[in-house]
């Protein structure tokens, strides 16, 4: 009994301190099915993401969703990080209840276009990302590497998670955003 | 020998294997939600508003208030043979199949060392039966009981046992919403630490509905509905009263993309709709099992609840979802063809659990929270004394 007791607790120690140290390495794993919301918005994303904000805030008191976090959805890495391009297209995502069937008399915009899609089971290379978006980018060096060396191939898009940013946080030293790059095995590739 | 009921809570035996219907039918209907189907969503929203507190109340209406002579550690050893080791015995049993069948499991990756690791710790330390997931309430009514024991030498009077549950709820609430640090679906994000949670958090709420059922047996209120007319006339107006509340509990929810009541995530929404969708619906259960307690088969099944409750599990996480996946293009979205299905289907794994509960019951009856029985392989491991 005390055997299974001390592995139990060491097991627990060492799994914890693990998790804790690498809580900002890279990782891949697979995203459950969801249905989503999804804003399409043009324009200069340093703008259309305080419009996405307003847009969530008030198209969740009317359809009476729970809070969630939201996110950013590229095509891919290059449309986000081209800041010579004012006018790129982003989809921003929150998830919601299958219950919700429609977004009722809720109407598109000039600028914003609403519409519910099922995200099915989908492969992810993440990594948690601390700090301003002006670094990023190196972020996105050190997933790109990590995910090569995991024999995975982008493919897909290239979405950022908000979970600590300027609504809630001034200092953006402590803005905290998910990277998250749609991938698939080499070996799937090269199978093709 | 087969454990059968009593005459005297012969219903609560029958309402316990009706909520456990309803839990194979809310399981069935989540897999066939997760493809998409909105109709299935909404059956999930109406079973969860109330299924899970049904099943606190009936061991709170079961509960007594007599302080125990016989101590802390024999109560305590008592509980855990009952309540942790059909735990552990369900979440070993479950954990076999996933060494075939690795991707099945809830937000574990299987196929790796470490993901067994997080899982076992998850299950053992951190009390949320990651293997099993229907077992949480094993959990969670063990912490229950443990409450009620160093409770119960306060509720000398119906109004202290009403204060008592009243503001349990209050803080139960309250903790779910603002103490989310507390809640053990934590561990399962990808950098989710493992902690003792063991349901803390939802054994607070757990407990309001214990001691509500406590309250309904303090007051004879089903004495008040002996005839089958009173009573088909409470279970229809209880049931009319539901199908016409749940839907207005409209959240805030803990869980975004669960639009319901999941007391497992201590996700309960609006404060004061919650609980009384939970009460009419238990009571409108508690009422059907009184109109069906002289069913022989039901008496049988509702006396051996647990091994069919844990076994939801091996539904749950291995049948369920592919076989949804595989009628969703041929299922449309109607409210009919979703209940046939969901009642094929739980009645079918609900038929398929009998011959392992006969075989738990013959040959190893002390591992399925009977400690105190003889058996043919294992000794009593409690004297019946205690």
């Given amino acids: 009994m005390v055997g299974i007791a001390v592995i139990g607790v060491g097991g627990l120690i060492h799994y914890n301190l693990n998790t804790y140290r690498n809580q900002y390495e890279p990782r891949i794993y697979t995203l459950m099915p969801t249905k989503e919301l999804v804003l399409t918005i043009e324009g200069n ?24 976090y939201f996110s950013g959805r590229y095509d891919d890495w290059e449309s986000r990080s081209d800041r010579s391009n004012q006018s790129t297209t982003v989809d921003y995502v929150r998830p919601v209840p299958e219950t919700l069937s429609s977004l009722g008399t809720i109407r598109d915009t000039d600028t914003v276009t609403l519409r519910l899609q099922r995200r099915d089971k989908t492969r992810i290379a993440e990594l948690r990302h601390q700090g301003p978006y002006a670094s990023i980018p190196e972020s996105i060096l050190r997933l790109k590497q990590f995910i090569a060396s995991r024999d995975h191939d982008i493919h897909g898009f290239y979405e950022e998670v908000y979970l600590i940013f300027e609504a809630m946080e001034q200092d953006p030293l402590k803005f905290e955003t998910l990277l998250r790059f749609e991938v698939r095995p080499t070996s799937k590739i090269a199978g093709e | 020998m087969m454990p059968h009921s009593t005459n005297r809570f012969r219903f609560i035996d029958v309402s316990r294997i009706l909520g456990i219907a309803l839990m194979y039918y809310g399981h069935t209907i989540e897999s066939l939600m997760k493809t998409g189907n909105e109709t299935a969503a909404m059956h999930y929203k109406f079973i969860y508003s109330f299924h899970m507190p049904l099943f606190f109340i009936l061991s709170g209406y079961l509960a007594s208030t007599a302080l125990d002579s016989k101590g802390w550690s024999l109560f305590l050893r008592k509980q855990a043979l009952s309540r942790l080791l059909p735990y552990a015995m369900f979440t070993g049993l479950l954990l076999l199949p996933t060494l075939i069948f690795p991707s099945q499991s809830v937000g574990l990756d299987l196929t790796t060392v470490d993901g067994y690791t997080k899982g076992l710790l998850a299950t053992f330390v951190g009390g949320f039966p990651m293997f099993n997931i229907p077992t949480w309430f094993l959990i969670c009514i063990f912490v229950v009981e443990l409450l009620h024991y160093g409770c119960r030498r306060f509720l000398l009077t119906r109004i202290s046992t009403v204060g008592l549950c009243l503001s349990i709820y209050v803080v139960g609430s309250v903790s779910a919403w603002y103490a989310t640090w507390l809640n053990p679906l934590n561990m399962l994000g ?24 406590l309250i309904l047996k303090d007051l ?20 009319f009263l539901v199908v016409y509340l749940y839907d207005l509990n409209q959240g805030m929810f803990t869980l975004p993309t669960y639009d319901a009541v999941v007391m497992a995530g201590s996700s309960h929404g609006n404060p004061i709709l919650f609980p009384i969708t939970a009460i ?72 398929l659990t009998i011959p392992v509960l006969i075989v738990c019951n013959r040959w190893i009856p002390q591992l399925i929270g009977r400690p105190g029985t003889e058996g043919p392989i294992l000794p009593r491991l409690l004297d019946n004394a205690s």
């Avoid at chain 1, 847009?55 to 729970?66: A, D, E, I, P, Y």
């Avoid at chain 2, 209120?221 to 409470?234: A, S």
């Fill in chain 1, 45 to 68: 994303p340093e703008y259309t993401f305080d419009t996405a904000l307003l847009t969530f805030h008030s198209v969740g008191r009317l359809l009476k969703l729970s809070p969630s």
């Fill in chain 2, 280 to 351: 009419l619906g238990s009571i409108a259960v508690m009422i059907a099992g009184r109109l069906l307690s002289g069913s022989q088969v039901l008496q049988f099944l509702g006396a051996n609840t647990l091994v069919i409750f844990a076994l939801n599990g091996a539904f749950y996480h291995f049948t369920n979802d592919p076989l949804a996946r595989w009628i969703h293009p041929y299922l449309a979205a109607d409210g009919i063809f979703v209940f046939v299905y969901g009642v094929l289907v739980s009645g079918l794994s609900l038929g």
């Fill in chain 2, 220 to 239: 004879g209120f089903f004495r008040h509905f002996e005839t089958t007319v009173r009573q088909f006339g409470l279970m229809f107006v209880c049931l």
């Fill in chain 2, 190 to 213: 990808p950098n989710g630490l493992i902690l003792p949670y063991f349901m803390l958090l939802e054994a607070l709420t757990g407990y309001a509905f214990y001691l509500f059922g």
